[in-house]
């Protein structure tokens, strides 16, 4: 248990639906961060959140939409898919974006898109 | 950008045997961290070792920050042990946050 939760654990969309993932930290941290894992890559970081302000977009597809009304939680919304973009979608959270910041992950969301 | 790459790819183990993961970066880091990762997809952060070394029980890391490199020791293995480990860093001209992740090492202990 690392005080950070997402749901769903697991989701199956089509390319045409939208759904939202979501994430919350229990820990007090200002810094909340959407990273994607594809099968046989590294993790690759698509936004960064930092007291409830985005100051990173790693030049992600605009068919995700990260939203973040708190410091505590993360939603990143999903719209017209594409079945590339199946894999393991991970939050993770930090005290601060200082060059000092230990990262606490969720257990993350398998997606699968059809 | 900051190049991280992550040696062996693949390492497969007796419980109880000892092991040394490596990790090379291609700039200075002010920020390295290794993870574990399990078989479920759970991320663990394991250290925070810009420098120096760290040991916590079984497990330890050293950091040669001039030489550009990071070693994770894991000593007498065991099977919960399994996973990917990775090891990331910022780059040098950010704050931080934005770490690069190498590829990783898969570790399997078999008992």
């Known amino acids: 248990e690392t005080g950070v939760t997402q749901t769903p654990r697991h989701l199956v969309m089509g390319m045409t639906n939208k759904k939202s993932l979501k994430c919350e930290q229990h820990?007090?941290?200002?810094?909340m961060y959407w990273y994607k894992q594809s099968a046989k890559k590294p993790l690759e970081l698509m936004f960064v959140?930092?007291?409830?302000?985005?100051?990173e977009n790693n030049s992600v597809p605009s068919r995700f939409s990260p939203e973040c009304p708190n410091s505590s939680h993360l939603f990143l919304h999903l719209h017209t898919l594409q079945p590339e973009d199946s894999a393991l979608y991970l939050c993770?959270?930090?005290?601060?974006?200082?060059?000092?910041?230990?990262?606490?992950f969720g257990p993350g969301t398998r997606l699968l898109v059809l | 950008g900051i190049q991280v790459e992550q040696s062996p790819p693949d390492l497969i183990l007796q419980e109880g045997a000892n092991s040394t993961l490596r990790c090379n970066f291609s700039?200075?880091?002010?920020?390295l961290q290794w993870f574990h990762q399990n078989p479920w997809g759970q991320l663990i952060n394991l250290f925070y070792?810009?420098?120096g070394t760290k040991q916590n029980g079984r497990l330890s890391a050293t950091t040669v920050a001039t030489e550009r490199y990071s070693l994770l020791y894991i000593s007498s293995s065991q099977t919960t042990d399994s996973g990917v480990y990775f090891c990331?860093?910022?780059?040098?001209?950010?704050?931080?946050?934005?770490?690069?992740f190498g590829e990783g090492t898969q570790l399997t202990v078999n008992p």
């Open positions: 070792i810009p420098s």
């Open positions: 700039d200075s880091v002010n920020n």
């Open positions: 959140y930092n007291f409830k302000e985005q100051t």
């Open positions: 993770a959270s930090s005290q601060g974006t200082g060059g000092r910041e230990t990262q606490y």
């Open positions: 990331a860093v910022p780059p040098p001209e950010t704050s931080g946050s934005r770490l690069t």
């Open positions: 820990l007090g941290h200002n810094a």
